[in-house]
């Protein structure tokens, strides 16, 4: 009787987070069939979904899928049922580390790891020390030679900076309110997430945003794009300045929490991004630029979060000492450039790509949740080639563009991601692409940083270049391979573009 009445508490518990009915789920099998790691899992989506529905809460607690799962929400995506299974996946992983219920697998070592060093540095800085969050990686898990020799390429390219690490001069200023904040996600949220019903749901994308040459917009940057993808921050910045977009950056910006907070504690995932958003209400920005896709989907979602609950608005105002309406706009580089229009920025093109074979890749986070994304259509997004064909490249056709790459756990989860990885440049090659174009830092470093490994292991795919399509944008409309800084890319990319 004991087991029961803990079992249906724990049930309970995550019906209250995720908003799911588990009765609803008919074990179609979808979020399995479409789950990008459910090869690696020993309880794949649907099984941890019956799992919970049968009341062996316990026992999907201790389940090494929660240490695969990627949190690329394609499952929740594609579920005829409007389940949240994602959502569910980060409800049990944070039950099972609360709770200290959880697997012994190696994976849960590596995963737990990452997300411990991760979270550590953002507490004691405001933002990500990416130096300190490798250093205390590798000393959890005595992985000291790993990726040795892109850390020290890295370095000669000035993408890690040891003396930064030291001088912590990447900090938030107000640190006391970061303090809050974790204080804070260590307590129990009480506001229930709206419940969910089985619904048809259709894509109806939002109207695009009006950005016109002269604009100031905002400008988040997020802590990757003052590291490891320095160079994604040089193309940013040279884009806008061809488009005629001036960028204000917010000041005293947080790190987002990005997938390490999502992965272990909901409150601290939306708390900690509600509190840019606060920031740039307070600063009178409009728009706000997020480059990186995991920053943007963190953002967008607190943003949502914050006008759905009281107890958050309240929590973030006790942090702030002051209310937010909520009205900055935080928007992806494709949203800025779909928001120019194709014809406005083809007018600007004076460097063609001249018929450049490029795979469009937008990976996970672009389109999801499309509930609160609203960009592209989630199963088929089609606005990057767009813009490519406006740049006079020839965008490919192929059927993994939405696939996802391993996202964070590139560090954790190496082998997974070099399979992923190899699926999808497997893929982009059969059909004709030369190189990837990509609007994350993350799928970058899956797709470039991991390339050498991918094809050592694989040996059936050439080198591809991995372009950010700021880096085209910029070159199109007259900047040199340099000004982008092509050359901190790992695969080579000056080649196909020197002779514009």
């Known amino acids: 009787m004991e087991h029961t009445i803990r079992t249906d508490s724990l049930k309970?518990?995550?019906?209250?987070?995720?908003?799911?009915?588990?009765?609803?789920?008919?074990?179609?099998?979808?979020?399995?069939?479409?789950?990008?790691?459910?090869?690696?899992?020993?309880?794949?989506?649907?099984?941890?979904?019956?799992?919970?529905?049968a009341g062996y809460v316990e026992e999907a607690m201790q389940s090494d899928s929660l240490w695969y799962c990627i949190g690329c929400m394609t499952c929740t995506a594609r579920c005829p049922q409007n389940m949240e299974i994602a959502g569910t996946m980060d409800a049990v992983r944070e039950m099972a580390l609360r709770s200290g219920i959880v697997s012994s697998d190696k994976a849960k070592k590596l995963v737990t790891a990452f997300h411990t060093s991760?979270?550590?540095?953002?507490?004691?800085?405001?933002?990500?020390?990416?130096?300190?969050?490798?250093?205390?990686?590798?000393?959890?898990?005595?992985?000291?030679?790993?990726?040795?020799?892109?850390?020290?390429?890295?370095?000669?390219?000035?993408?890690?900076?040891?003396?930064?690490?030291?001088?912590?001069?990447?900090?938030?200023?107000?640190?006391?309110?970061?303090?809050?904040?974790?204080?804070?996600a260590e307590g129990v949220a009480h506001t229930a997430a709206p419940k969910r019903k089985p619904v048809k749901r259709t894509f109806k994308p939002d109207e695009p945003l009006k950005i016109t040459p002269g604009m100031t917009i905002g400008y988040y940057p997020g802590c990757s794009l003052s590291g490891t993808a320095k160079d994604y921050d040089i193309s940013i910045r040279k884009m806008c300045d061809r488009l005629g977009v001036r960028l204000h950056e917010i000041?005293?910006?947080?790190?987002?929490?990005?997938?390490?907070?999502?992965?272990?504690?909901?409150?601290?995932?939306?708390?900690?991004?509600?509190?840019?958003?606060?920031?740039?209400?307070?600063?009178?920005?409009?728009?706000?630029?997020?480059?990186?896709?995991?920053?943007?989907?963190?953002?967008?979602?607190?943003?949502?979060?914050?006008?759905?609950?009281?107890?958050?608005?309240?929590?973030?105002?006790?942090?702030?000492?002051?209310?937010?309406?909520?009205?900055?706009?935080?928007?992806?580089?494709?949203?800025?450039?779909?928001?120019?229009?194709?014809?406005?920025?083809?007018?600007?093109?004076?460097?063609?790509?001249?018929?450049m074979p490029l795979a469009c890749y937008y990976g996970c986070l672009l389109v999801r949740p499309?509930?609160?994304?609203?960009?592209?259509?989630?199963?088929?997004?089609?606005?990057?080639?767009?813009?490519?064909?406006?740049?006079?490249?020839?965008?490919?056709?192929?059927?993994?563009?939405?696939?996802?790459?391993?996202?964070?756990?590139?560090?954790?989860?190496?082998?997974?991601i070099e399979d992923l990885t190899h699926k999808i440049a497997k893929n982009a090659t059969i059909n004709g692409a030369g190189g990837f174009v990509v609007a994350c830092p993350l799928c970058h470093t899956n797709l470039d940083m991991r390339q050498a490994g991918m094809r050592k292991r694989y040996n059936d795919v050439g080198e591809m270049p991995v372009y950010y399509i700021s880096d085209l944008v910029a070159m199109a409309c007259g900047a040199s391979p340099e000004e982008v800084a092509l050359d901190k890319h790992f695969v080579p990319a000056t080649g196909m573009v020197r002779n514009l």
């Open 12 to 53: 309970r518990q995550l019906e209250q987070a995720t908003g799911n009915n588990y009765a609803c789920c008919y074990q179609c099998g979808k979020c399995t069939a479409g789950c990008p790691a459910g090869g690696f899992m020993d309880n794949p989506p649907a099984r941890i979904m019956r799992l919970v529905q």
């Open 251 to 355: 000041e005293d910006w947080n790190c987002c929490g990005a997938s390490s907070a999502h992965a272990t504690n909901h409150k601290l995932s939306v708390l900690l991004p509600a509190r840019n958003q606060a920031l740039a209400d307070r600063q009178g920005l409009d728009y706000v630029l997020t480059p990186c896709a995991a920053c943007l989907n963190r953002q967008v979602t607190a943003r949502k979060a914050l006008k759905e609950s009281e107890e958050l608005r309240n929590e973030l105002k006790s942090v702030m000492g002051y209310e937010t309406e909520s009205k900055a706009q935080f928007i992806g580089v494709m949203q800025l450039l779909e928001g120019m229009a194709p014809e406005e920025i083809k007018k600007r093109v004076t460097h063609p790509l001249k018929d």
């Open 118 to 184: 991760f979270l550590n540095t953002v507490r004691k800085s405001g933002r990500l020390q990416e130096l300190a969050l490798v250093n205390s990686y590798k000393l959890r898990t005595r992985t000291f030679l790993q990726d040795a020799g892109a850390g020290l390429k890295m370095m000669k390219q000035g993408k890690i900076n040891p003396v930064t690490a030291i001088t912590a001069k990447e900090t938030v200023e107000q640190k006391e309110e970061i303090e809050k904040i974790f204080q804070l």
């Open 370 to 416: 499309f509930d609160a994304m609203g960009y592209d259509d989630p199963e088929n997004p089609t606005k990057m080639e767009a813009i490519i064909e406006a740049l006079g490249a020839k965008p490919v056709d192929w059927a993994y563009k939405v696939e996802c790459c391993g996202a964070g756990l590139t560090m954790a989860q190496q082998e997974m």
